[in-house]
């Protein structure tokens, strides 16, 4: 080789061999940057190899779903036999092909005998039956549900469909085989007896298989019509899915297909799903176009999602980046003397930056290689685990190679990012300089801040613009992405805004400011690594904590924190008091408020029907003026600005109804003082009033002059059709009684209840009433063991009611914000921790220096810790501006949407005013911006030597 | 003599800073080294030795005068180009740290001819046979940290004059040496200059300027006296120091 490209690659060959050495001389820091570099590769590489094994091919997949036959015959219901079809290609639709006159309900559970199969299968075919269905069985903990598959899983057409674990696969119609799943979830083994709950049988269980497309299928598998009743009385519940595996010669194509549909049989074949007809030769497609390939592309979502994923991994490399960046640094710091000597043996700008350049290089292959190797590794090693976890078994071990190169090529590509401009740096260095040892300091840019003040003005207007005029949170989003890539830009010049802190500080504090702004090509990485992985945690926390304020606003309990509510469902009120004693019985309760419903027409008869039709109702009428005029179409005489006052009122804002309210749709319910004590409710005049027999309201809605109205209704139906708010509910009523009534006042939640009647004032107005649940008071939430015990005791009373325990709001986020705070500590400490390093390569002259001058040892850690600190809280304190930014715009914009879409609906007088609240994690901002920074202080001055080296001379 | 200069210094001067903070490294002056000299540069502390070595070789620039090494002027040649004649015609030796740590002896001698775009292979054949000219061929594949001071000196020197280079400067080489080390050095050195090449040698011991040709003495930037080693009495370049 010869000519000027031969010589720079041996330029390269030389400096990529000082990186090397260099590398393995320093192995703490190569060791940091590496792993810093091939740990998202590890991540990204393991969920590559794990989504690709995971991942099926067509053929294998079509191999779980169908074993080792062509295909698969099903029986549609809409034509059989006689009623030709046009099917699907993929077989999951049918059409008959004549307009069907109904009536074939009951051919629907009619299985055609291999008999009649015969005529109309190809010739040589075979067909082994295959039927699904789902039944409940009985188990070593209660009753399961799961699905049955009367298959022979045995024959070899089957094959590839189970994978048999331990025993074998049933022989006669007395035995089953079970998935794991089910046997793991049941408490039953290989031997045990299995019974189903209903039918009498008892079965053995001969065998366990997985399915290795679905690892957490609880099925059992029997031999055909062992388990399963096709003669109409039915145990089984569930659709019964009739069906045949198939094998014929050759393949079962289209055209045998489409032969096959003139007998009414739809054939799911293997052939045709991997090569599938054109649209001309599908009939299927003339009568339902909607089901043509590409009717509905969802691409947008692609795109959105290709969008999230690039900018996920740019902000990633960004990150990785700005934290490896001042390893780099650090690097040709410390190799500065080394650099340049090679300055003076000849070594030009370019041989400079390559050496620098190589040291990314190598550590981006390494990171490369043992990001891949472990990744490979540690899947293979996980792959049981992850399978497991992923219900399903890897289809093979799969390694794509292109993606993997990908990925590799993303890790060198990250380390060559991180050491360009420190190579840059070293390059632009003087070759005296480095040898000399001669600090100088290097301005820092003066266009940075400038592209980094019109970033932030530009990427604010849009995020300004996007809040306030559109409701598009992508542009909020868009905008402060931007204004955060600016103000990584302006660090520089902010970092030099801190220095004129440096006056009032004390010496060592001043000495550490001072040394982070003199240098800020090295400070600002850090703080920009510390701004941007702040910025990004605080900005979703603050989203997050948001979300999680206005569910806990809009949560509306069902009673009390701690109170447990039983209720029983339509029809079964009957047994509500032995229920209620169930709970009594298992559950430590310290009090119980029994809860009735009137009764119309007599005491059989249920609040919410189950009397039968001799049964009728009565409900609470809303007083004239109490109910929303905006409802009804009452709003047609009123302004814009009227109606938006009365949008405002308590006529038009009814209570939230809680996710669970006792006997939800009623509006009466009937019980005493224990109720109004159950439900936690202060107001004296209450109990005193439902002691003297009146009725309490628990909203103004129904209560007028301290009066409410019971309308009854004889026949169900008139109650049924009755409207609370209807004017003309009472015209319409049998009867309607006033009843005297306390409004409830000084209760913040009513718990979904109207209206409390005691049993004396039902009885005085000539009504029924009967209890149908209860509440009961605790002193502490029920345990797991309590509230199976009680699932148990209803399992043996034959009912289920419906049990609920008032926890409060549960938020979700809170583990979020937790990994958030974590994610934010980390990247701070590591970015803290590398400047600090980097700062003490700098810093050894002036250690020397105050040595000489008297300073004692502990300047040394002060100094380094100080340093740590000052960088940790300019990186947080910039950062958490920047994320509280971007995430209130958001909720701005949020708000605008919602405010947008109130003012449409407003003239239809319902919905609420949109509540979008704000709120500052608190607890994320300050464990950020005093924790993190006195943690990397205090971490920074441990690790440090106090020590300092001796002085060798550096100058000539 | 009357061969031509390897190394040819006209009114050369440099300062730093301006105004009341103007300092004069170097006052001008004139200075050609043949090939075959070995010159001694002494002087105290701050007298201009080192700056006039790095302004010989192009790691400084000069605030006035020409450099010119081998027939070119560096004060006029692109920093691209002064790099290519450090690597083809110029070499250092400086007191410590004068090899990089992650390449062994080999491949420090081999690194200028590397940069230069010289095969591998060729660049070590190279620099072996250096090793062997100076008796050290069996420190090949050591690393700088594995070998004593004389042997990295003595090595450094090897580096200074692989290729063609004629033209060592040495910045006090001996420093970090014991004087017997140090005198093998200094052999190692002057012998290389009776081979043809041209030698400038920062020094503060007398000692060890003793092996020159002749020896330069600076004060507060200005030659105040040139002396031939033989003939203390003659100045080669007249003019110079005045």
């Known amino acids: 080789m010869s000519g000027p490209l031969s010589g720079r690659l041996t330029g390269w060959r030389a400096a990529l061999r000082i990186a090397r050495r260099d590398a393995r001389r320093h192995k703490g820091r190569s060791a940091l940057v590496l792993a810093m570099i091939a740990l998202p590769i ?5 969920a590559d190899i794990t989504i690709r094994s995971s991942d099926p091919s067509e053929e294998q997949q079509l191999q779980r779903d169908y074993g080792a036959a062509d295909g698969r015959l099903s029986f549609p219901g809409v ?20 307009k069907d006159r109904g009536g074939d309900a009951k051919q629907r559970d009619e299985r055609p005998e291999p008999s009649d199969l015969k005529a109309v299968m190809p010739p040589g075919a075979h067909w082994l039956s295959d039927q699904r269905a789902a039944t409940r069985v009985r188990t070593e903990h209660g009753v399961l549900r799961v699905h049955v598959r009367e298959l022979k899983l045995a024959d070899p057409m089957a094959r590839g469909i189970a994978t048999l674990l331990r025993g074998r696969y049933p022989k006669t119609t007395g035995e089953v085989a079970a998935t794991q799943a089910f046997l793991d979830s049941s408490g039953l083994r290989v031997g045990s007896t299995l019974r189903p709950v209903e039918g009498g049988r008892a079965y053995r269980i001969t065998g366990a298989y997985e399915l290795p497309g679905s690892l957490n299928n609880k099925q059992l598998s029997a031999l055909p019509g062992a388990m399963i009743r096709t003669d109409g009385s039915k145990p089984n519940d569930g659709v019964d899915r009739l069906g045949y595996l198939v094998s014929v010669p050759g393949a079962y194509t289209w055209d045998m297909v489409k032969e096959t549909n003139t007998h009414g049989i739809v054939v799911t074949s293997k052939a045709v799903l991997l090569d599938p007809p054109p649209e001309s030769e599908v009939p299927f497609y003339r009568k339902s176009p909607g089901m043509r390939p590409g009717a509905y592309e969802p691409t947008s979502d692609q795109a959105l999602v290709l969008t999230i994923a690039v900018t996920v991994v740019g902000l990633a490399i960004l990150e990785i980046c700005l934290l490896a960046g001042p390893a780099f640094a650090v690097g040709a710091r410390r190799q500065r003397r080394q650099l340049g000597l090679l300055g003076a043996q000849g070594g030009d700008r370019r041989h400079i930056r390559s050496v620098v350049l190589s040291g990314g290089l190598v550590i981006g292959v390494a990171a490369a290689v043992l990001g891949l190797a472990l990744a490979i590794g540690a899947t293979a090693l996980a792959r049981p685990l992850i399978e497991e976890r992923l219900h399903t078994r890897f289809s093979s071990f799969d390694l794509p190679p292109l993606e993997l190169a990908g990925i590799a090529g993303l890790a060198v590509l990250t380390g060559l990012l991180a050491a360009l401009f420190p190579a840059i740096a070293a390059a632009r260095q003087s070759v005296l300089s480095s040898l000399t040892g001669r600090r100088g300091v290097r301005r820092s840019s003066r266009v940075l801040p400038i592209v980094g003040f019109i970033a932030i003005g530009v990427g604010v207007a849009i995020a300004i613009a996007g809040a306030t005029l559109t409701d598009r949170v992508e542009v909020v989003g868009i905008g402060s992405g931007i204004a955060e890539l600016g103000l990584v830009a302006l660090t520089p010049f902010l970092v030099g805004l801190f220095g004129r802190l440096g006056r009032i500080l004390p010496l060592s504090p001043r000495l550490a400011l001072r040394d982070a702004v003199r240098n800020r090509g090295r400070t600002a990485p850090a703080v920009a690594a510390v701004l941007a992985a702040v910025a990004g945690s605080v900005a979703v926390a ?103 006052k009365m949008m405002k009122s308590w006529q038009c804002n009814p209570p939230q109804t809680p996710h669970i309210p006792m006997m939800a749709g009623m509006d009466v319910l009937v019980g005493g003082t224990d109720v109004l004590k159950a439900l936690g409710v202060q107001d004296r005049q209450a109990y005193a009033a439902l002691e003297r027999g009146h009725a309490v309201s628990f909203t103004q809605r129904y209560i007028k002059d301290d009066r409410i109205t019971l309308a009854v209704f004889k026949k169900e139906q008139d109650y049924y059709n009755a409207d609370d708010g209807d004017p003309d509910t009472t015209k319409k009523a049998d009867r309607t009684i006033p009843l005297p009534a306390h409004h409830l006042r000084g209760q913040d939640e009513i718990y979904g209840v109207n209206v409390l009647l005691p049993p004396a004032a039902v009885t005085k107005a000539g009504l029924d009433h009967q209890n149908f649940g209860a509440y009961f008071r605790t002193d502490r939430l029920p345990t797991d063991a309590e509230t199976q015990a009680l699932s148990s005791a209803f399992n043996e009373l034959n009912v289920n009611p419906i049990l609920h325990v008032e926890k409060g709001y549960k938020s979700d986020s809170n583990n979020v914000l937790l990994a958030l705070t974590l994610f934010a500590a980390l990247v701070t400490l590591g970015a803290a921790g590398i400047a600090t390093g980097l700062a003490q390569a700098d810093a050894e002259p002036d250690l020397r220096t105050l040595a000489a001058v008297g300073a004692g040892t502990r300047v040394r850690r002060t100094l380094s810790g100080l340093q740590c600190g000052l960088i940790a809280a300019m990186g947080v304190v910039l950062g958490s501006i920047a994320g509280l930014i971007p995430a209130i715009g958001l909720r701005k914009a949020e708000e605008r949407r919602k405010l947008a879409d109130y003012a449409e609906t407003l003239g239809n007088g319902w919905g609420g005013e949109p509540h979008i609240p704000i709120a500052i994690p608190w607890e994320t901002l300050a464990g950020l911006l005093l924790v993190v920074p006195l943690g990397a202080a205090l971490l920074a001055a441990l690790v440090t030597r106090s020590r300092i080296p001796l002085l060798r001379r550096g100058e000539g | 003599m009357t061969a031509t200069p390897v190394l040819q210094l006209r009114q050369l001067a440099r300062t730093h800073g301006s105004g009341p903070t103007e300092v004069h490294a170097l006052r001008p002056l004139d200075l ?40 070119t002027d560096l004060t006029t040649a692109s920093r691209r180009d002064v790099a290519a004649l450090r690597r083809r015609a110029i070499g250092y030796v400086f007191q410590d740290y004068n090899l990089i740590p992650a390449l062994t002896a080999a491949e420090n001698i081999a690194l200028p001819r590397e940069l230069d775009g010289i095969r591998a292979k060729k660049a070590r054949t190279e620099a072996l046979a250096a090793l062997d000219e100076m008796g050290l061929a069996d420190i090949a594949d050591r690393f700088p940290d594995e070998i004593s001071g004389g042997q990295q000196q003595r090595t450094a020197i090897a580096r200074a004059l692989v290729g063609d280079r004629r033209l060592v400067l040495a910045d006090e080489p001996t420093g970090a040496l014991d004087s017997e080390t140090g005198e093998s050095v200094l052999a190692v050195l002057r012998a290389r200059c009776d081979a043809g090449a041209a030698g400038i040698l920062v020094t503060h011991e007398p000692r060890f300027a003793a092996w020159a040709d002749r020896v330069v003495f600076l004060r507060d930037g200005e030659v105040v006296d040139q002396t031939l080693r033989s003939d203390a009495s003659a100045l080669l370049t007249p003019g110079a120091a005045q």
């Open chain 2, 32 to 71: 050609d080294v043949f090939p075959g000299e070995l010159v001694a540069v002494m002087g105290p502390s701050g007298s201009g030795k080192s700056t006039l070595l790095t302004l010989a070789g192009g790691l400084d620039a000069p605030t006035s005068g020409t450099v010119t090494v081998e027939g």
């Open chain 1, 42 to 46: 590890f991540g990204v590489a393991a």
């Open chain 1, 542 to 644: 603050t989203y997050t904590a948001s979300v999680d304020q206005q569910r806990r606003d809009e949560y509306a309990p069902s009673a009390p924190h701690g109170v447990v509510s039983v209720q029983m469902e339509r029809g079964t009120g009957r047994t509500a008091d032995r229920v209620g004693d169930a709970v009594e019985q298992n559950l430590k309760t310290t009090g119980r408020a029994d809860v009735g419903h009137l009764s119309v027409g007599g005491v059989t008869c249920g609040g919410l029907s189950g009397g039968g039709s001799k049964c009728g109702g009565a409900t609470v009428v809303v007083p004239e003026g109490n109910d929303c005029p905006l409802h009804y179409g009452g709003d047609e005489k009123l302004s814009a600005a009227e109606r938006q």
């Open chain 1, 79 to 98: 034509g059989r036999g006689e009623r030709p079809v046009y099917q699907h290609p993929d077989g999951w639709d049918a059409v008959p092909v004549k």
